[in-house]
T-cell receptor, first 114, second 109 residues
């Protein structure tokens, strides 16, 4: 148990659907992240929020839309996805610091786009 | 470009020792992390190295050589529960984390 909870654990959606992924942490961390994990590929950073403000958007297609209503919750809204978007989506959080801070990951949402 | 290389898969025997290597080419260096990820679970932090040398933590040790752009994770007295993927990540000069693709470790009885 890492203290970061993601729901749902599994999601199957069609290309025309709209769905949302949820992430929650009560560790008192100020930074939250969305990562995409595809088989045999490095983790891809998608979005970063610091104190509810988005500080990074790594050229992610607009069909992915993040939302961070407060420091404990993070959402990823999905619409008109493509089959190549099928992957494990991981949420993580970290405390403030100077670079040695570790990330606390959720167990992820395994997304399949049909 | 920035790159982290680690073997895709390794196999070892229960009770033995295994070394998982990680080489990196990054724009600057501000620390190297190892994470463990069991199938279907969250990656969890194992170790952090920022200075050269060996950091030991129980059965697991992590080594860093900044001049060689090289690290390894050493697992001793292997147990079946050590079967997992091991992720190497480097923080670059902009404090961005650059990730390797992970090494899947299979432990056989």
């Amino acid at each position: 148990e890492t203290g970061v909870t993601q729901t749902p654990r599994h999601l199957v959606m069609g290309m025309t659907n709209k769905k949302s992924l949820k992430c929650e942490q009560h560790l008192g961390h100020n930074a939250m992240y969305w990562y995409k994990q595809s088989a045999k590929k490095p983790l891809e950073l998608m979005f970063v929020y610091n104190f509810k403000e988005q500080t990074e958007n790594n050229s992610v297609p607009s069909r992915f839309s993040p939302e961070c209503p407060n420091s404990s919750h993070l959402f990823l809204h999905l619409h008109t996805l493509q089959p190549e978007d099928s992957a494990l989506y991981l949420c993580a959080s970290s405390p403030p610091g100077q670079g040695s801070e570790k990330l606390f990951f959720g167990s992820g949402t395994q997304l399949s786009v049909l | 470009g920035q790159n982290i290389d680690q073997p895709t898969e390794m196999t070892a025997t229960e009770g033995a020792i295994v070394q998982i290597n990680c080489t990196y080419q990054t724009s600057g260096f501000n620390g190297l992390f190892w994470y463990q990820q069991h199938a279907g679970e969250a990656p969890t932090f194992l170790s952090y190295n920022v200075l050269d040398g060996l950091e030991e933590k129980g059965r697991f040790s992590s080594f860093l050589s900044r001049s060689k752009g090289y690290s390894y994770l050493l697992l001793k007295e292997l147990q079946m529960k050590d079967s997992a993927s091991y992720l190497c990540a480097v923080r670059d000069s902009n404090y961005q984390l650059i990730w390797g693709a992970g090494t899947k470790l299979i432990i056989k009885p």
